[in-house]
């Protein structure tokens, strides 16, 4: 089975805070996302990649940016944490995208700006 | 208009009754559909895909139905471990990316 981590299940941060997210996958997909749970909105694509080195913004990219070096890793960035990002952030692998095969998410961050 | 779209809920079912669950697309070449199951405060976990001749998994069902533009989830003799957020996923036509919809809850009671 395909699994993904991520780093931490719980966080709790201050605002203005820099806040490195890391999601690291053990399969050698190419295709990682970002995604962020709100109730009543759920699922919404912040980034994702598809390749080391290769990012794309998703739905709502703002405040936030992403680093790829490795295959199996994938970071989310928070440049300077603020309250409205006080969320639940999923990762998600995928051998092609998700189209024929779906996704496999990590069992999410749970953050908290403060 | 928005592209998936799911009846929100509460579905609240007794054990052992059968409920369905639609989600309409808008995209008329979206190409693959899926259903995930999301237990509270955990990740989407993949349920099934849902193909073109339909498919079933022992009480789940999965259809599609092109035409009216919707994908439908049957589960047959609930349990109460069926109660859970049931997310709907299309790929567009053109796109890679999918789009989920916001998601179905069912809770099974006693």
């Known amino acids: 089975d395909v699994k993904v981590t991520q780093s931490s299940r719980y966080l709790v941060k201050r605002t203005g805070e820099k806040v490195f997210l890391e999601c690291v996958q053990d399969?050698?997909?190419?295709?990682m996302f970002w995604y962020r749970q709100d109730p009543g909105l759920g699922l919404r694509l912040i980034y994702f990649?598809?390749?080391?080195?290769?990012?794309e913004k998703g739905d709502i990219p703002e405040g936030y940016s992403v680093s790829r070096e490795k295959k199996e890793r994938f970071s989310l960035i928070l440049e300077s944490a603020s309250t409205n990002q006080t969320s639940m952030y999923l990762c998600?692998?995928?051998?092609?995208?998700?189209?024929?095969?779906?996704?496999?998410f990590g069992s999410g961050t749970r953050l908290t700006v403060v | 208009r928005k592209e998936v779209e799911q009846d929100p809920g509460p579905f609240n079912v007794p054990e052992g009754a059968t409920v369905a669950f639609n989600c309409t697309y808008s995209?008329?070449?979206?190409?693959?559909f899926f259903w995930y199951r999301q237990d509270c405060r955990k990740e989407p976990k993949l349920l099934m895909s849902?193909?073109?001749s339909g498919n079933e998994d022992g009480r789940f069902t999965a259809q599609l139905n092109r035409a009216s533009q919707y994908i439908s989830l049957l589960i047959r003799d609930s349990k109460l471990s069926d109660s859970a957020t049931y997310l709907c996923?299309?790929?567009?036509?053109?796109?890679?990316?999918?789009?989920f919809g916001r998601g179905t809850s069912l809770i099974v009671h006693p």
């Open positions: 998600a692998s995928s051998l092609d995208r998700g189209k024929l095969y779906g996704y496999t």
């Open positions: 399969m050698d997909h190419e295709n």
């Open positions: 990649s598809y390749d080391v080195k290769m990012k």
């Open positions: 995209n008329s070449a979206s190409q693959s």
């Open positions: 849902v193909y073109s």
């Open positions: 996923v299309v790929n567009m036509g053109g796109s890679y990316i999918p789009t």
